[in-house]
């Protein structure tokens, strides 16, 4: 009589089953929204815009790349370093990295050309208009401050030749947080490897 009793008011098997289902699929569904809450969140706070990516490559095989970077996020940003072809690009005086910093009346240039190192140094040659002022040497990690933009020409930057012509070659942004990256045709170029003899920006 008692074996009776125990086995009606026991579970079943197959409802015992549904039960531990159900829990792991709730318990897993809010892991999986509280972890897409702590991303959103960061995502939210930074964001960077790579555009008007170009690298040239003259006729004697020097090269030269250039990029449009926007703080598209809430937040001021810290850019630790920029590769390309996975290689980085040098920061400080014996650098390869010049910095144009969108300026009071600047606009956003529609395109970026092949500059040669004359050309870095005079503020009319700036793509973001003469007020913005000349390139600069960039000296250490850069600063972008929310909604500024600033153009980043590398010269000579290194594993580029000019058999790479017409191949496609990616480049990343670091940052402390996060890494950006997009791609570009690589073009024949005007350019040198000379860098211009502008201020710095560190």
Known sequence: MRKILKNRLALSTVVTTLIILVVSVLLAGVVTYFAINVVSTRVQQQNLTLSLQHIWVDSAGVSEAGMLITNTGGRDVVLTAIEIRGIAATFGA??????????????????????????????????????????????????????????????????????????????????????YYTETNVQVGVTDAVGPPAGVIG
């Open 94 to 179: 014996d650098g390869n990295v010049f910095v144009a910093v969108d300026g009071a009346g600047g606009t956003i240039p529609a395109s970026l050309a092949c500059l040669t190192s004359t050309e870095m140094a005079t503020a009319a040659d700036n793509p973001f208009g003469a007020t913005a002022g000349a390139f600069a040497k960039s000296t250490g990690e850069l600063i972008l401050n929310s909604g500024a933009s600033i153009i980043v020409y590398i010269l000579a930057p290194a594993g580029v030749t000019i058999q790479d012509v017409g191949t496609t070659i990616g480049i990343t942004v670091f940052t402390a947080q996060a890494m």
